[in-house]
């Protein structure tokens, strides 16, 4: 009898160890998973951000500096609308006292392409003669112009010059074309005087006889 109640005594205290092994296992197993869980969640306290990161757009820059110069402070190396200025003074010392800007002359070297209307001109019936352009607007304000420049020097109007001329714009005094060109070595002139901004024709793109 006694023998008995010693081998359910051992069971019971073989059950008791091994209830206590097991429950402190899953005590630990639960306890360290929660601190995992704790590690990788934010906090209440913290806010998850859903927005996606702002990307700059690069500030657009002007292809083309203003066409407009004082000439008074401009200088040999200065670019103005694309243009280097190689030559810069008064138009005439000698006939006119009055000096920078209402008598000047600005020397460019630089290509650009331009359109409006040409004019086969008798050098009878204007000083200037050969062939002027009457420059479309749209382009004209991306010549070389002085800030203080008369009707005659703003870029509207320019007398083309060089062989090419002739030979491309053939035909009557008084003839027309609608043309797209380009020139090389823009002049300004500016004086109290029959003078007109010239350059030299470099190439026809296009033409039509109106």
């Known amino acids: 009898m006694k023998k008995k109640q010693k081998n359910i005594l051992s069971i019971s205290t073989a059950g008791l160890v091994l209830a206590l092994v097991f429950g ?49 402070t401009a200088k040999v190396g200065d670019k103005v609308a694309g243009m280097t200025i190689t030559a810069i003074g008064p138009w005439s010392e000698e006939l006119y006292e009055e000096t920078l ?52 020097s703003d870029g509207s109007y320019l007398h083309l010059r060089g062989n090419l001329v002739g030979k491309e714009f053939v035909g009557p005094y008084g003839s027309e074309w609608r043309a797209t060109i380009v020139i090389d070595d823009y002049l300004i002139e500016q004086a109290e005087t029959e003078v007109s901004d010239s350059a030299d024709l470099i190439k026809v793109v296009s033409k039509t006889r109106i």
């Open 24 to 72: 402190g296992l899953g005590y630990y197993i639960a306890n360290n998973q929660y601190s995992t869980n704790q590690s990788v969640l934010p906090s209440a306290s913290q806010s998850v951000s859903t927005e996606r990161p702002v990307i700059s757009s690069p500030t657009p820059k002007s292809t083309r500096v203003s066409n407009v110069f004082d000439v008074t």
């Open 101 to 152: 800007p209402y008598n000047a002359k600005v020397q460019f070297t630089g290509q650009e392409t331009i359109s409006g209307t040409i004019t086969s001109i008798d050098p009878f019936n204007s000083p200037l003669g050969g062939y002027e352009m009457k420059v479309d607007p749209v382009f004209s304000s991306i010549i070389p112009r002085i800030a203080s420049a008369s009707r005659r």
